[in-house]
C-alpha cells in the first residue's frame, strides 16, 4: 500500500508540475465577503496586454462548462481572462448556489461587484479591460457597464443575456412554482415598508429555487416590476461598443434577436447570431461565439 500510494503521489506532483502556471484563482475582500475568480493568462501575455472579466448566470459559478469553455477557446486565441464568481452572499462562494440557504443577496449586487474586480484588475496593471457576461450576468454587465465602467473598459461582449417581460415573468412565475407572482409581490413590499426588508420570508419560489426562503429586498430585487432587467434596455446607454451574441435556437431567453436587431447598427451595437445555437452555446457553437469575439475587440 505505501508502495502504491508513493507512486500516486509522485503522479500527483507530475500532474501539479505539468498544470499551465498561466491559471490561477485570486481572490479580493469586498466589504465583508472575500470574492474569488479563475485567472487564465495567454501564452507570452500579461494583464497590461488586455483582460476580459467574465461574469456567468443565475444562481452559476465560474467553473460551469459555458464559462470554463470559453475560457479556454479565448485563452487559444490570445485573449487573457478572468472568470468571477459573484458572491451572492457568501464568502468565497464556489459551485451552484444552494437553495437550501436563505436568499440575502440582490440583482444589482453584481454590478459592484464587477465594479470591485475592475478595480483590482486596474491595480495590475490592466488599461485594457473587456466585459463579457453571460444570461444574467449579460445583463448585469450591461448595467455595470453603462453606469459605473471606468475609460479602461474599451469593450462590451453580451452573451445570450438575459431579457425581462412584466406579463411573461408572471406567466413563467406561476407555471414553475403553481402559484401567482402578485401576492407574494405585494406582501414583500409590505414587509420592507414595516422595516423587515432583510428577514428572510417562506416563497413558494424564488429564481429556480422552489419552496424557498429569501428577504423582501432579495425577492422584489429579482421579481419585482423593472424594466433595467431587460438587457436590450441598455444598449444605448452603454458608451462603447457593444457585441450581443445570440443563438437561434435559445429557449432560455425569449426576444432577445428581435429586440436588438433595431438597435444594432454594426458599429456601437452589433449583432452576432448563432445558427442553432441553444443557450450554452456548446459543441461548436462556443466555437463560433469564441470567433465572434475575438474578432471584435480585435477591430
Known amino acids: 500500500m ?17 498544470l499551465p502556471a498561466s491559471a490561477k ?13 479563475n485567472l487564465e493568462l495567454a501564452d507570452g501575455r500579461t494583464l497590461a496586454d488586455g483582460v476580459m472579466l467574465i461574469t456567468h448566470g443565475t444562481l452559476a459559478h465560474n467553473r460551469m462548462e459555458i464559462i470554463s ?18 458572491s451572492l452572499g457568501i464568502s468565497n462562494r464556489h459551485n451552484m448556489y444552494d437553495c437550501n440557504q436563505p436568499m440575502r443577496h440582490r440583482h444589482e449586487d453584481a454590478v459592484e461587484e464587477i465594479g470591485a474586480w475592475v478595480n483590482w484588475l486596474k491595480a495590475q496593471g490592466a488599461n485594457k479591460i473587456w ?9 448585469q454587465t450591461a448595467w455595470y457597464a453603462a453606469t459605473k ?42 414587509f420592507a415598508r414595516a422595516g423587515h426588508g432583510r428577514e428572510p420570508m417562506e416563497l413558494p419560489g424564488i429564481l429556480y429555487c422552489k419552496n424557498a426562503r429569501a428577504t423582501p429586498e432579495s425577492f422584489l430585487s429579482y421579481h419585482g416590476p423593472d424594466e433595467r432587467r431587460n438587457t436590450p434596455w441598455w444598449l444605448k446607454k452603454i458608451p462603447v461598443p457593444v457585441l450581443v451574441i445570440a443563438g437561434t435556437e435559445d429557449k432560455v431567453v425569449e ?14 451595437v452589433q449583432l452576432k447570431v448563432v445558427e442553432d445555437a441553444d443557450h450554452f452555446f456548446r459543441d461548436f457553437a462556443a466555437e463560433d461565439a469564441a ?6 475587440i480585435r477591430n
Not at 484563482?25 to 475568480?37: D, K, P
Not at 473598459?153 to 412565475?173: F, G, H, Q, R, S
Open 149 to 190: 465602467a471606468p475609460p479602461e473598459v474599451k469593450k462590451v461582449i453580451l452573451l445570450a443575456p438575459m431579457t425581462w417581460d412584466a406579463k411573461k415573468a408572471t406567466e413563467k412565475y406561476r407555471k414553475r412554482f403553481g402559484a401567482p407572482l402578485e401576492p407574494m409581490l405585494r406582501q414583500a413590499a409590505d
Open 2 to 18: 505505501s508502495f502504491i500510494r508513493t507512486i500516486m503521489t509522485g503522479l500527483a506532483v507530475l500532474l501539479l508540475a505539468y
Open 25 to 37: 484563482e485570486v481572490t479580493i475582500r469586498h466589504g465583508q465577503l472575500v470574492l474569488n475568480g
Open 131 to 139: 466585459l463579457l457576461g453571460h444570461s444574467r450576468g449579460g445583463n
Open 291 to 296: 470567433d465572434a469575439i475575438a474578432e471584435f
Open 255 to 268: 426576444g432577445l434577436i428581435e429586440q436588438v436587431r433595431p438597435l444594432a447598427d454594426g458599429k456601437r
Open 69 to 86: 469553455t470559453l475560457q479556454g477557446l479565448l485563452k487559444e486565441r490570445g485573449i487573457s481572462t478572468l472568470a468571477i464568481n459573484l
